[in-house]
């Protein structure tokens, strides 16, 4: 049919905030296809959000007149930042081994396989297969526990060399293997985000205070990964997040054309025109609010949203949290979101699933984004380890807390950008790590205060919205129409 296209999105595996900005663009690429009658078939290569991939795309289809395919296809995209699991530091001295033993060994023969298939194991961290602790958690007898995992999935094996031919666009976050195979099948590639890794990862072991010579040493694996990023036709960052200056130098000897967003992401709809009039945020707050009361026998002072992204570290953050006894109801209650399916969980006493403002977000009418970006509204104030994590709450209008992660180039740019703006307040990682709850109790009892946490949602006010709309509007003109 000449009114179907097939894009293909890579985002990044350190994480889920590639998978959510990229969910947000595709879903403002498919109110475009609609409203210009095409059919888009969007194929998703990641492997970070693991087997709740599909359910997350299924719920970009949600209220479009036509009848688009969205695809998950797990896929190992290799690059990730070696942590610290006691102190959540980037470990810069070991990206060198992750560059050569991990990445450099896969490069050329990207798309990979997510490698909790290639090891039946069900999560991510790349450490885990060779921990005999994990291992021995997993049924391996169930024979066929890959094949469920995969149900509704795509495959790699379907992505033959005469399917890639018929590929319209590449739209990668932090994925330069599209871009070389983008080249080679002769279609366009974008790199949209904040992520260059090779410049990245030279901070980071910058940052770790890494010898001079041990960083040398990995400089023919960040040519590699250069050569690749330079690739793209054009580089689309996203406002507050990309170090605007780091990166319009690292491309600035290349054909790779210098664009930056104007406005923050929304969900891939247009945003409400008066927040505090969104009615999904409104009963959603009304619904934590009675599910708390009845847990606790007593009405949260403050609710807090914690939004960790998919790291082994922060899991255990968030684990620790839902294992904590608290025996005076009137400390800030501290939400979680399952993005997949809608459940909120309440942080304490082993986990309390919150009924009703769960069943109001399991409606499978709601995209994902939008139960994320409506449980932001729906609570005081957010507590988030990354930049994307701080937009969320800026674009509905809450304050939130960025926890500083040491030695994270990326991460401290964005932390100085995002400060810098007004649009956070930031705690140290040792403050935080030394009793979560307590750190976040001490910034719940700020708001309302004159803080500088009350302060952001002034800020918050006079910020544009919905850069993906346009963003969208330009690609699908430049590259699919």
């Known amino acids: 049919m000449d009114n179907v296209r097939t894009v293909v999105f890579a985002p990044h595996d350190d994480g889920s905030g590639g998978f959510g900005v990229l969910s947000r663009l595709a879903r403002a690429l498919l109110r475009v296809a609609d409203d210009r009658n095409y059919e888009l078939h969007l194929y998703f290569l990641n492997s970070s959000v693991a087997v709740d991939g599909q359910d997350r795309l299924s719920s970009l289809l949600l209220r479009l007149e036509h009848k688009h395919k969205a695809i998950f296809v797990p896929t190992d995209n290799l690059i990730f930042l ?168 690292h491309v600035a000897n290349s054909s790779v054309k210098f664009r930056e967003m104007t406005g923050l992401l929304w969900t891939g709809d247009p945003p409400p025109e008066d927040m505090a009039e969104w009615s999904l945020a409104n009963k959603l707050r ?79 009418n709601i995209p994902s984004e939008e139960k994320h970006l409506a449980t932001c509204r729906a609570c005081d104030f957010g507590i988030t380890r990354t930049a994307g994590g701080v937009l969320g709450f800026v674009e509905t209008q809450r304050p939130s807390v960025l926890v500083d992660e040491p030695g994270h180039w990326l991460g401290r740019i964005q932390r100085e950008q995002c400060q810098q703006a007004g649009l956070c307040v930031v ?25 500088n946490l009350d302060q952001i949602v002034e800020v918050a006010k006079k910020l544009k919205v919905g850069a993906e709309q346009d963003l969208a509007e330009y690609l699908f003109t430049t590259y699919i129409k």
């Open 286 to 364: 009304k619904a934590i609010d009675i599910d708390i009361s009845q847990i606790r026998d007593t009405q949260a002072k403050r609710v807090g949203y914690i939004v960790p992204g998919s790291t082994p570290v922060w899991r255990d953050i968030v684990d620790k949290l839902r294992k904590r006894q608290v025996i005076d109801t009137t400390n800030v209650a501290i939400l979680d979101l399952n993005r997949g399916n809608g459940t909120i969980t309440l942080l304490e006493n082993d986990g309390k699933k919150l009924g009703r403002a769960s069943q109001l977000l399991e409606d499978k």
């Open 427 to 451: 705690i140290p990682i040792s403050e935080f790590l030394t009793d979560p709850a307590g750190a976040i109790q001490k910034q719940a009892d700020k708001i309302d205060t004159n803080s």
């Open 82 to 249: 070696p942590k610290d699991k006691e102190t959540l530091a980037v470990v810069g001295s070991r990206i060198p081994d992750v560059l050569r033993k991990w990445v450099r060994p896969l490069w050329h023969f990207w798309p990979c396989e997510a490698n909790w298939i290639r090891t039946n194991l069900p999560i991510m961290d790349r450490d885990a297969w060779s921990n005999p602790d994990v291992c021995k958690e997993i049924d391996f007898s169930k024979e066929k526990w890959k094949d469920k995992a995969l149900t509704g999935c795509g495959t790699l094996r379907n992505l033959t060399t005469q399917w890639w031919q018929d590929v319209a666009l590449g739209i990668s976050m932090g994925v330069p293997q599209l871009h070389r195979l983008a080249r080679r099948e002769c279609f366009p590639s974008v790199e949209v985000g904040d992520w260059f890794f090779s410049v990245g990862l030279r901070g980071c072991m910058q940052e770790s205070f890494v010898p001079p010579e041990i960083i040398s040493s990995a400089e023919p694996d960040l040519r590699m990964i250069e050569e690749d990023e330079l690739k793209a036709r054009e580089v689309w960052l996203t406002l507050y997040q990309a170090p605007h200056e780091a990166y319009k130098a």
